[in-house]
């Protein structure tokens, strides 16, 4: 059973900094391919990154890259998104995503992502 819940989001100024967690309650956290995606107002969700089983592998989307960082804490069930120097398009509502795709590295299209957290809102202030 795979049940994400996210937490972490808020209302901060352009360049400030926010770091978002999501915990897996299920017991096979491991097993999961994780990543983060976002959708704003009117738009698709959109992939913005992600960390394969044992987080030696990465993916961005090149509008975070350089500027936001993912990671994962097996032992305690956890992906963070450690998002700095943010911007008013950064604004949208932040998803935690579990795949159990067989790939080694994580993969970055929506379809792949079987499980969904609930979302924390992101508002970036210009």
Do not use: H
């Amino acid at each position: 059973q795979v049940q994400l819940v996210e937490s972490g989001g808020g209302l901060v100024q352009a360049g400030g900094s926010l770091r978002l967690s999501c915990v897996n309650s299920g017991r096979t956290f491991s097993s999961y391919i994780m990543g983060w995606f976002r959708q704003a107002p009117g738009k698709e969700r959109e992939f913005v990154a992600a960390i394969s089983r044992s987080g030696t592998l990465t993916n961005y989307a090149d509008s975070v890259k350089g500027r936001f960082t993912i990671s994962r804490d097996n032992a305690k069930n956890t992906v963070y998104l450690q998002m700095n120097s943010l911007e008013p398009e950064d604004t949208a509502v932040y998803y935690c995503g579990a795949s159990n795709s067989p790939r080694t590295a994580p993969p970055i299209l929506r379809w792949n992502y079987g499980y969904w957290g609930q979302g924390t809102q992101v508002t970036v202030s210009s």
